[in-house]
């Protein structure tokens, strides 16, 4: 049950490959240690070191060993918790978001006084011009709004292209040609310009049909648009896992016991693909993130007041000459997290795929 | 229309002031006391040529003049290209109030009869770009067309309202215009020409009607160029500068020097620069980026009609320092209750709304005490019938009151309302502070940003009242009374019909203070008059809650440094006047 690599089919050459994985490795997926009765009585450190390794424990170690990897790893997480946490920081009070502060603003246009936008020990990355809303407690706020949106996003299209590439890959025929075919469709069309002609009438209908405030509705558009658009990515590269992969004995095997359809794609098959799809997740999700900020700027989906990184650097960039700061701290932030998970799915690509930056 | 230079006062009759002479000069400069920044340092002697540029955010309606109704087009149209019988003259300051002064007429027309007849005489001289002379029928074609309401459409109606046309039974005139020409006799015995007099018999008195027709509505068209909703953009001048080419919507057009028009029989256009360019396809935000950085062609530029995003506001004072004016805008910005909404039918919960405001952040938001100040009445501070109503709970307002308030009309906390405002980046942060005010009241307000284009139009159709508690407006006076305040837009009767609540957006209908209305029209006296409109005023935000005011805001506006003696003319729309305008070379 352990991950499997999927552009590999036998782990065993993989891992004899890697130089970064243990010193010394039998190569093979199986125990080479003290079953044998070659085996010294007493193994010492050095002749444990000899022992094999599961592939997934290759792959840890090799995470391990990455350095850039763990820190952007632990980065991650903290963002992660951060953004778990909100809620209950706001609860707290700890952070506030929506409350004004007009005495931390002056001249024309209600700028903060101070330097770098008004930061002080009360307000880190400044207050909002016109309104004094805390600029740190938004950015917490809206990393949570983002990373919702996103991780949502991520779902809709690990399923639906798992799902999809499984009964693809494996189904064969005339299946597989009109779901590539749909593949090729959704891949053709324009997911930016889409997201900006389609979300006022679409969010109107969601509201209407819904009749949820604007916010909740936007961010269902979001979720549901960047998720659409993203499952065909997800579905090609399950779609050509599969095909390697139903060629292999266990899958025969289970065919030649009778095993129906569904348990051959969702406990033979699904098992074998964690790796694919870990991997990409990791490294779709920066690029959700990262579109949702592209079209808030543009004045597409959620919107002021209800903070996100799209919403913040929508607002912040009318002010990009008179209060850089306001731009530069969530702009900092917004940078600082995706790269930590870019960073994180490409370590992990690299852990669990070695091969595929080697070559 | 819009909000920007406002809709018709439809018929039933304005001032019955019989003085003439409390007419046009009637506002105070600034009544906030605050002086208006000097941004045009005299630069030595005018000089004749080079390029004037307007820098524009806002689309062109029209440009035909009697379907003419923002004040900028009403503007522009005066100085450039369609002479009035009156307009108001130009001034030599930001904050000097413009006089009522003759333009295609010698003087600003006589009044007979109690003010129930006006006529006015034509300067010998006036000449179309072809060369033909102006007459007073091409003055009386021009205001026929006002009746062709099925195609042209958009202008103010005045002639309407005023002109001694009988109407038939669902409100509409007997005369159809100059298209159908139903009803042309009764158009022809109530305006007549004799010579170069144009007479109009009007429907009662009306004691300002010559600061009626400065409006381009009253200016003359010539029969054989006009193409009915063609014409819309076709320009055919009499005035100084005539359209070279065609004018393209979204991108603008270059008026050049019209040959035919005879400065002598002028003595309000200048007219100093050889070609006036428009390009209208900019936003706020890129133009006045490039007028503070001043470079290029953008140093002959003026911005016109946007004034300063709040964005660009915290750069102008540096960046553009002389070359900018902050000026009192003639709007105020309000909030309407309405009636046909469960919670705001009842009185208690509109005053608690009232008292849950919090002024103080849409002051911040709108971009500080410097440039917006609270208000509690709807008249603009401008205006002589100003009240100065007292704020009911201070700048932040006092949200306890107000859940006292609700919890004293039984009303189940929270309380859900939907308020509707007009989408922009101010009044996001204006509103976002609103909504705290009114849910620390007990309020559960759901705020819904409608984009500027169908705002307006939203608040007028008849679906809005089942789905909307409240609303942002703004409205500003037409001249100098206030008439053109309290009667367009508290009067039921000439706003609420099944096709909507026209300009009265809460459906605010109050026999006796339509009654008051009229009473106040009757005044004969000028100053008893517009204090009786800030009576009513009073009436309205402190006893019937139909109204909350919530700011006045000023105008910021910035030129180029090679443009001079251009002064923001507030009696006149209250745009940079370009009459008076030169390129320094």
């Known amino acids: 049950m352990y991950p499997r690599l999927y552009s590999e089919p036998a782990e065993a050459v993989c891992a004899s490959r890697d130089q970064r994985g243990a010193a010394v490795t039998t190569g093979l997926g199986y125990s080479a240690g003290t079953d044998d009765p070659m085996a010294p009585a007493a193994p010492t450190d050095s002749v444990r070191a000899i022992q094999g390794l599961s592939p997934g424990r290759l792959a840890l170690r090799r995470l391990l060993k990455d350095r850039v990897t763990m820190v952007a790893f632990f980065v991650a997480i903290f963002f992660v918790v951060l953004a778990l946490a909100a809620p209950l920081l706001e609860a707290a009070k700890l952070i506030d978001p929506q409350t004004p502060h007009p005495e931390l603003l002056g001249g024309w246009g209600s700028m903060p006084i101070g330097p770098f936008g008004g930061v002080s020990p009360q307000h880190w990355m400044g207050v909002v011009p016109a309104t004094g809303w805390d600029v740190f407690s938004r950015v917490i706020a809206g990393l949570t709004v983002s990373l919702v949106v996103a991780t949502l996003a991520v779902m809709i299209s690990v399923v639906v292209g798992t799902v999809l590439g499984i009964v693809s890959g494996a189904a064969g025929g005339r299946v597989d040609a009109l779901l590539s075919r749909v593949i090729d469709f959704v891949l053709s069309f324009p997911q930016t310009l889409m997201l900006i002609a389609l979300s006022t009438i679409v969010i109107d209908i969601i509201q209407a049909a819904t009749g949820a405030p604007r916010t909740p509705a936007s961010m269902a558009f979001m979720i549901c648009v960047m998720g659409f658009f993203g499952w065909p990515y997800f579905a090609r590269i399950i779609r050509g896992q599969v095909l390697s992969l139903k060629q292999r004995e266990f899958i025969e095997a289970a065919q030649s016991l009778g095993a129906r359809r569904g348990r051959i794609y969702f406990k033979e098959l699904l098992p074998h693909l964690w790796a694919p799809i870990l991997v990409y997740t990791t490294m779709v999700l920066p690029q959700n993130i990262a579109t949702e900020a592209a079209l808030g700027f543009l004045g597409v989906g959620i919107q002021s007041p209800t903070p996100s990184f799209g919403s913040i650097l929508n607002d912040s960039v009318h002010y990009a000459r008179a209060d850089p700061a306001y731009f530069m701290f969530p702009g900092l932030t917004l940078f600082i997290v995706v790269l930590s998970f870019n960073l994180v799915g490409d370590g992990l690509r690299d852990a669990l795929d070695p091969k595929a930056d080697r070559q | 229309m819009k909000n920007t230079k406002l809709v018709a006062v439809v018929a039933t009759g304005l001032g019955l002031a019989l003085t003439v002479s409390a007419c046009g000069s009637a506002t105070s400069p600034g009544a906030s006391g605050t002086p208006a920044a000097s941004s045009g340092a005299a630069a030595g002697t005018p000089v004749k040529g080079g390029t004037l540029r307007l820098l524009s955010g806002t689309q062109t309606e029209h440009w035909d003049p009697q379907r003419t109704y923002v004040g900028a087009q009403i503007e522009l149209g005066n100085r450039l290209f369609a002479r009035t019988l009156t307009t108001w003259g130009t001034v030599k300051s930001d904050t000097e109030q413009a006089k009522l002064v003759a333009d295609a007429a010698t003087d600003t027309g006589k009044a007979s009869d109690g003010g129930k007849t006006w006529a006015f005489t034509l300067k010998d001289g006036l000449k179309w770009e072809d060369g033909k002379a102006v007459t007073c029928d091409d003055f009386k074609y021009g205001i026929s067309r006002t009746y062709a309401v099925d195609v042209i459409t958009g202008g103010p109606n005045y002639a309407i309202g005023f002109i001694d046309i009988p109407t038939n039974a669902d409100g509409s005139s007997q005369y159809a215009g100059p298209y159908k020409k139903t009803g042309q006799d009764l158009y022809d015995k109530a305006v007549t020409c004799s010579g170069n007099t144009i007479t109009f018999k009007l429907k009662q008195p009306v004691g300002d009607f010559n600061n009626t027709v400065t409006m381009t509505a009253f200016g003359a068209f010539r029969a054989d160029k006009d193409l009915g909703d063609k014409s819309n953009y076709q320009i055919f001048s009499n005035g100084p500068y005539k359209l070279q080419g065609t004018w393209e919507q979204n991108k603008g057009g270059t008026f050049v020097r019209n040959d035919q028009w005879d ?50 506001l915290a750069n102008i004072q540096g960046g553009a320092a002389g070359r900018y004016v902050a000026v009192p805008s003639p709007y105020t910005r309000y909030l309407v209750p309405n009636y046909k909404s469960k919670v705001f039918s009842n009185e208690m919960a509109r005053k608690a709304l009232a008292l849950a405001t919090d002024r103080a952040a849409y002051v911040t938001a709108a971009g500080g005490k410097e440039l917006a100040q609270p208000t509690n009445s709807m008249i603009n501070p401008a205006l002589p019938a100003f009240p100065n109503t007292p704020l009911p709970a201070g700048e932040k307002g006092d949200p306890a009151a107000a859940k006292a308030l609700l919890q004293q009309a039984g009303m189940t906390l929270p309380v859900k309302i939907t308020v509707t405002y007009r989408k922009n980046d ?97 005044i004969a006296d000028g100053t008893v008059r517009e204090k009786a409109w800030g009576d009513l005023d009073v009436q309205l935000t402190t006893k019937h809650y139909a109204a909350i005011p919530l700011i006045v805001d000023k105008f910021v506006f910035a030129k180029g440094s090679n443009v001079q003696d251009a002064y923001v003319n507030l009696t006149f729309t209250g745009y940079y006047d370009v009459a008076t305008a030169w390129v320094k070379k």
Request: aromatic share 12%; glycine share 8%; charged share 20%.
């Open chain 2, 263 to 312: 400065p002598k029989t002028d003595d309000i256009r200048k007219a100093y620069p050889d070609q006036i360019t428009i390009d209208e396809s900019l936003t706020a935000e890129t133009l006045y980026e490039r007028l503070i950085a001043n470079k290029g062609d953008d140093q002959n530029a003026i911005a016109f009609p946007d004034n300063a995003p709040s964005t660009a």
């Open chain 2, 426 to 522: 101010t009044l996001d942060k204006a509103f976002a502070g609103l909504k705290l005010g009114w849910d620390a009241a007990g309020f559960d307000t759901q705020l819904v940003g409608i984009p500027a284009k169908q705002y307006y139009g939203t608040l007028q159709s008849p679906d809005s009242a089942s789905k909307y508690d409240a609303y942002w407006a703004g409205w500003g006076a037409d001249y100098p009374s206030a008439s053109t305040v309290i009667a367009p837009l508290f009067d039921s009767r000439v706003n609420i019909t099944a096709g909507g609540p026209g300009q009265d957006y809460g459906y605010f209908d109050n026999k006796e203070f339509n009654a008051a209305i009229d009473a106040t029209n009757a």
